[in-house]
């Protein structure tokens, strides 16, 4: 993935290039809105993640511009929670907006929801591991096992096989699997993902579905202890 | 601007009707003279008629021409008075062309003013028939009475009516003005009573009792505008201080853990496990700092967008699904009651749903119901969630929207919510155009509120 990031707050710009840099991505940073329209209009890019406020050129006159030349998909970042600021970035073309303060994981999550938009690959079995999630029977099983799992259980594991890999906030888990779209300070998240793991992993040697503290769940087979 | 005063206002109004009162009296005093005048003008003339009509009636003597014109020219000695006579007989006429004067007297009935001879002098004239005697043909005797005097009794009043008039105007004028300031005198005090008023003496109000009726309900409305402005300004400053409190917690334990981990060489695991339980706090710290702009901008007035018409009793139950583990956790559940359709913005619907079954989970005692009650109202619905609970008193109830309140200020300060659940309930609420609620009854509380239906759908 090919990542644009126009942002003059150093720090934010810095561990932006460093965490997507090592989540594989090629990243371009520009420090303000001259050199980001520069480097927006002149070379491709997957997604371009653009603050709303920059010195030189604003971020929504960046964005209008770009929307006159190309479509490359924008995600906006506002410190502003102004209504206004949203409504008029989603009005300029942006594809989507984070307020901050934000999380990496949330960022990282819209970045693929924008880049993922279109070429939905539909596999019918998902494979991690041991673990056989079938899409069409709503069936799992493990080594052998079939695993009884209640309609949001099986949800929330599909969420998880799809992404694997992935660290999924539980901002996003809510949204997707409850369809619940604000930021929750409920645990119920915690209490579901502790019902699905102690189905899928208690009885097995080597877990499968693991917390990042502070940022969400992943579910991906790690060789070794880590 | 220049600033208008009341006292000379009041001085201006009064004395314009003063003048306009004096110059009425005026001019009916000088119409009451100008008659009096007129009528002892006529009474002066009839006189002068009087005195030759007798005269003529009754002389009965040969000479009688000649002692006429002696007594004519006896009369008109003063030079104010003008008699006229005529007659077929040239011998009985008297003065400047008398046949004239005689027709003009005939056609009018009473008596005429008119100039007369060359130094048109203004006189009243008035005319009689006399009947043929042996003495005299049939004659027109006119008599004419200069009215110069009466005229100038005239001019002199009003000469002097003019400037008694304006005078006593004036004087009205002063003495208004005066007045005035003495009768505004309170406004003066309700400004110095406001004067005091300022961020450290904010129990200061006007001085009701000294207040006269005009301005009492001026002052009731002043001083609870200034109740509501320092209820919100204690709000603020208590809120400022929760926040700072609520910030402080999360930030110490970061800088501790932070300082206490560099102080020695530690290893990678070890340092892994500092930075995501600092990442934990941040997190907290977030979450407090979205959810207060959140409330903010429901406070600057920022209605729902994205409305939409929605079974609430559908979000609901959305809702409760997302609870499910927590309630079989908990062994609690859940009765949904009643359906209404509202206009919603769904995502904070839901949020709204959410804290108060939060609320709920965390009060109602194992194993019991909860209630999640909806209605359609006549301005949109309402929807409330009830649970078991301890009796609340009625000034918790009150507090309990306010942000970082909890009802149970020894409870830790746990990870959910921050104290700030129901503030946001209330913000969700108002950005509909509805409001919170709380009552707590035979063991039941209840908390809800309501959807003011298609008024916060208006804005795009």
Redesign the interface.
Known sequence: MKILIIEDERKTADYLLQGLTEQGCSVDVAYDGIDGQHLAVHHDHDVIVLDAMLPGLNGFELLRSLRAVKNTPVIMLTAR???EDR?RGLREGADDYL?K?F?FVELFARLQALTRRGRLHEATLLRVGPLHVDLNARRAQREGLRIDLTA?EFALLELLARRQGEILSKTTI?ELV???????????VE??IK?LRAKIDAPFAAPLLHTI???GYVLEERSTNS | MQRRSIALRLAGMFSAVALAGFALIGLAVHELLARNLAHHQQELVDDRIQDLSYMLEHGRSADLVDRVHDKIAALTGDGRTQYWLWSEDPAWRYGVDPRNIAEVTRSASGMLRMPVGAGQKQLAVAGIDIAATPAHPPLRLVAGVDTAPINQILRRFEIRLLPVILCGALLVAALSYRVASVGLRPVAQLSADARRIGPNTRDQRLRMPALPLELAEFGSSFNSALDRLDAAYTQLESFNADVAHELRTPLANLIGQTQVTLARERGAVELREVL?????E??R???I??DM??L??AERG?RA?RCVATSLSHEVG??V??????LD?AGLGVDIEGDATAIVE???F??AV?NLL?NAIQHAPRGARIEAHIEGTPEGALVSVSNPSDPVAPEQLLRLFDRFYRVDASRPNS????GL?LAIVKAIASMHGGRVFAHSQDGIMTVGFTLGGNRGAGEA
């Not at chain 1, 409850?178 to 119920?188: C, E, K």
């Not at chain 2, 990870?415 to 921050?418: I, L, P, S, V």
Request: no cysteine; aromatic share 8%; charged share 25%.
């Open positions: 929670d102004g209504v409504v307020i303060p999380s949001k809510a409850w369809d619940m779209h604000f930021d929750s300070t409920t645990n119920v209490v579901a019902r503290r502070g940022m | 995501q339980s600092n990442l934990e941040l997190e710290l977030r979450t700092v979205s702009l959140f903010a901008r920022e967008a959305k809702t699904e997302f609870f499910d583990v927590l956790d769904t995502s904070l839901h949020r959410t939060q990870n959910a919510n921050h659940g």
